[in-house]
């Protein structure tokens, strides 16, 4: 069974930094895309970034561009989001995903729309605010 376990919410301060973590259990991270999501209050959830398995290829929505980085280590089968210059609107749960096996066996490529995960982890909150 596909676990996954997000932790490193906090509360921030604009221009902050935060490092969100991903554990997984059950699957290798390294086979596996893998997608980080956020939700705000009363909005839909949002792409944030994702890794691709194969090459380890990356995409970023607009909003975090040059601010947010995804990464992946192999040895801890973890995907960690370094948030930099945090800003309020980037407030939020915070949530990792993968693709079901059936799909991950097909596209290693990452895509940042919710619809192509089907685990999700629990959730973390980030909060930035003076």
């Known amino acids: 069974q596909l676990h996954l376990v997000e932790s490193g919410g906090d509360l921030v301060q604009p221009g902050g930094s935060l490092r969100l973590a991903c554990a997984a259990s059950?699957?290798?991270?390294?086979?596996?895309?893998i997608g980080w999501f956020r939700q705000a209050p009363g909005k839909e959830r949002e792409g944030v970034a994702c890794?691709?398995?194969?090459?380890?290829?990356?995409d970023y929505a607009d909003s975090v561009k040059g601010r947010f980085t995804i990464s992946r280590d192999s040895f801890k089968n973890t995907v960690y989001l370094q948030m930099e210059s945090l800003k309020p609107e980037d407030s939020g749960d915070y949530y990792c995903?993968?693709?079901?096996?059936?799909?991950?066996?097909?596209?290693?490529?990452?895509?940042?729309?919710?619809?192509?995960?089907?685990?999700w982890g629990q959730g973390t909150r980030v909060a930035v605010s003076s």
């Open positions: 995903a993968a693709p079901t096996p059936e799909v991950a066996a097909v596209q290693p490529m990452c895509l940042i729309y919710p619809g192509f995960y089907g685990y």
């Open positions: 059950g699957f290798t991270l390294d086979d596996y895309a």
């Open positions: 890794i691709s398995a194969s090459d380890g290829d990356t």
